[in-house]
């Protein structure tokens, strides 16, 4: 099953959650990666109904709740996407990075500037991505001198960190077709946060223009089966509950 979605035979993947799911509707494991599935491949309302149930067995699961604030944020739902992030904190998840990234979306900078004011320790292993918010933060103020003062030290080091993680640099530093080029990096490396977020949501569409825009990012979504046209034609069975 998940070697029919990394090898990118989405509708073979579908199709073998759907009959699994007939057989097992209530298994958290299953519905969480049928819902990882439905997003990658850009039906979140799908996905969102599917995290909804695990939270209906699993009451006090933090990732899920956190998974669901992702899926509210990529459909522009702010409020609900907060209230979700927060359960997940209440239940000892992090999600430091999320908030950023909500704020962002937003062009919220003193909610931006909260999440960054206590410093990359706060982060707890997700110190990677300090940075990227921090710059984040000086391109909401329009100051590119900051944005390269942050960056283009940890932008030289390329493979030092995810080729996901790594496409930011060049993108907020102005140069969309290298960002690009290191996404394409990260789906042929098969990183699974790369291949959710492939077709991006509201607030990614909204704050990254020039990502989303460019010609070579259709082109990557066509190469990995991800362009409007293919994923049209999947076909998601209604789910047994």
């Known amino acids: 099953m998940n070697q029919f979605f990394f090898d990118r035979a989405y509708q073979q993947a579908i199709d073998r959650f759907s009959e699994l799911l007939t057989i097992y509707p209530n298994n958290v494991d299953l519905l969480r990666y049928y819902s990882f599935a439905l997003?990658?491949?850009g039906r979140v309302e799908r996905a969102l109904e599917l995290t909804n149930r695990i939270l209906e067995l699993d009451t006090?699961?933090?990732q899920d709740y956190g998974d669901r604030g992702t899926l509210y944020r990529s459909l522009g739902r702010w409020e609900e996407a907060l209230e979700s992030f927060r359960k997940a904190e209440s239940l000892g998840l992090p999600r430091a990075t999320d908030l950023a990234a909500l704020a962002l979306f937003q062009n919220d900078h003193e909610a931006l500037a909260m999440q960054l004011e206590g410093g990359i320790?706060?982060?707890r292993g997700l110190a990677m991505w300090y940075p990227i918010y921090q710059a984040?933060?000086?391109?909401l103020d329009d100051n590119t001198q900051s944005i390269r003062t942050i960056l283009e030290p940890g932008d030289k080091e390329e493979g030092v960190t995810s080729w996901l993680n790594q496409s930011y640099y060049p993108l907020l530093l102005g140069d969309a077709e290298r960002a690009i080029?290191?996404?394409s990096n990260a789906l042929d490396n098969l990183?699974?946060?790369a291949l959710r977020g492939a077709l991006g949501g509201?607030?990614?569409r909204k704050t990254y223009p020039e990502f989303y825009n460019h010609p070579k990012y259709f082109e990557m979504l066509q190469a990995n089966g991800l362009d409007s046209a293919s994923v049209a034609k999947l076909s998601i069975p209604p789910f047994p509950f």
């Open 39 to 41: 997003r990658t491949v």
């Open 60 to 62: 006090l699961n933090a």
């Open 121 to 123: 320790l706060e982060w």
């Open 136 to 139: 984040s933060q000086a391109k």
């Open 181 to 183: 080029n290191y996404y």
């Open 191 to 193: 990183e699974p946060m």
């Open 202 to 204: 509201i607030g990614e």
